[in-house]
């Protein structure tokens, strides 16, 4: 089975940016993020299609770029513009579905471990 390592994570101010990867051992179809703050289920951020269609949660809309590199098997999350609210253990997940799972948790079969984001206000 395809195993999924995050990385990128860390705390900045609000304001401030950061770019999360995510490494597949091998490849598997789609590929999405998603994020679990303390005491909230787990949400979808953003789901990658191809290459020019990336689902997103309209809370990341305008902030967060989804992008695949996939001569490296890797998802990367780009986030602009943090905010509080964005806090949140992060999560990349990836999928053999026969159709594209969007940002459905329960699609996702294979998840990584989380990488921590802490914004600051």
């Known amino acids: 089975q395809v195993q999924l390592v995050e990385s990128g994570g860390g705390s900045v101010q609000a304001g401030g940016s950061l770019r999360l990867s995510c490494v597949a051992s091998g490849y598997i179809y789609w590929m999405a993020w998603f994020r679990q703050a303390p005491g909230k289920e787990r949400e979808g951020v953003a789901a990658w299609r191809s290459s020019s269609i990336t689902v997103y949660d309209d809370s990341v809309k305008g902030r967060f770029t989804a992008s695949r590199d996939n001569t490296v098997n890797t998802l990367y999350l780009q986030m602009n513009s943090l905010q509080p609210e964005d806090t949140a253990m992060y999560y990349c997940?990836?999928?053999?579905?026969?159709?594209?799972?969007?940002?459905?948790?329960?699609?996702?079969?294979?998840w990584g471990q989380g990488t921590q984001v802490t914004v600051s206000s």
């Open positions: 997940a990836a999928s053999s579905a026969g159709s594209f799972p969007g940002l459905e948790v329960s699609a996702y079969h294979v």
